[in-house]
């Protein structure tokens, strides 16, 4: 399974940006998808996820009613659109895919949960 992350750039605070993640190597459709993110000196944390049907999504309290995690079966595709982003926001920005099918405890939070990652890729918003 190989996932390749883009989207990442500089962005002023308030701006918007949107991520793709791009999965092969497997039948995408049957497979739940995550974000997750890590910032300097700090831990990598859960961002958002989305079931394997599209069906449920779940988001950190950090950026709900900010961040929309969508997925396009039919392009392999996961994606994550930010808005109103914040100097806060600024990490390297992770997608990443469990081996199991169905769906995931905890809503897909836990990194544990995840066998598959993509390579990053770098959100940074200005002040």
């Known amino acids: 399974v190989q996932l390749q992350a883009s989207g990442g750039g500089l962005v002023q605070a308030g701006g918007s940006l949107s991520l793709s993640c791009a999965a092969s190597?497997?039948?995408?459709?049957?497979?739940?998808m995550g974000w997750f993110r890590q910032a300097p000196g700090k831990e990598r944390e859960f961002v958002a996820h989305i079931s394997w049907t599209g069906g449920s999504t779940y988001y950190a309290d950090s950026v709900k009613g900010r961040f929309t995690i969508s997925r396009d079966n039919a392009k392999n595709t996961v994606f994550l659109q930010m808005n109103s982003l914040k100097p806060e926001d600024t990490a390297v920005y992770y997608c990443a895919t469990p081996s199991v099918r169905g769906s995931l405890r905890a809503g897909g939070r836990n990194e544990g949960d995840y066998d598959f990652w993509g390579q990053g890729t770098q959100v940074t918003v200005s002040s």
């Open positions: 190597g497997r039948t995408f459709s049957m497979y739940s």
